[in-house]
């Protein structure tokens, strides 16, 4: 359980809160929300060593779903990007036996996505050009959620 309360504390609670604080300023000056979440959320394919991430991951996709009902009558857009592998500490830090070699085969680019993708996704949802598109899930995930084997 501590390992659950950990993340849950770190994925989940802590951007509820900091979003309770920002909501406010945000809905005053119509700006926008864009959350980070990852593949995990979705896919079950990363096994039961990352059970409580992905139920982290899964809870903010649904937070941010609500979030984004709750905020747009403010004229408030909340979007969530899920990216799948990126070259990361993440991973590298994470315990994950494997190489990127083998996430690679699990999208259908054979790819691994460097971080500036991920940013380069969040301004571009961010940006006013968007101003359409909110209570969205975007996979930046090289095709990890529509490869078959």
């Known amino acids: 359980m501590e390992s659950y309360d950990f993340t849950m504390n770190i994925n989940l609670r802590a951007v509820f809160r900091m979003t309770s604080l920002v909501v406010p300023h945000i809905i005053k000056t119509k700006g926008n929300i864009v959350m980070i979440s990852s593949v995990t959320g979705r896919s079950t394919s990363f096994g039961a060593q990352a059970i409580s991430y992905a139920v982290s991951k899964a809870g903010l996709n649904h937070f941010g779903a609500y979030l984004a009902a709750d905020l747009a009558p403010h004229g408030v857009r909340v979007n969530v990007i899920s990216p799948g592998p990126v070259y990361t500490d993440l991973i590298e830090n994470s315990g994950y036996d494997g190489s ?24 571009m949802v961010a940006n006013d050009k968007a101003k359409s598109i909110t209570g969205s899930n975007l996979f930046c995930d090289n095709g990890w959620m529509i490869k078959r084997y």
């Open 100 to 123: 990127y070699d083998v996430l690679k085969f699990h999208t259908a680019l054979d790819s691994v996505s460097h971080p500036q993708e991920i940013a380069d996704l969040v301004l």
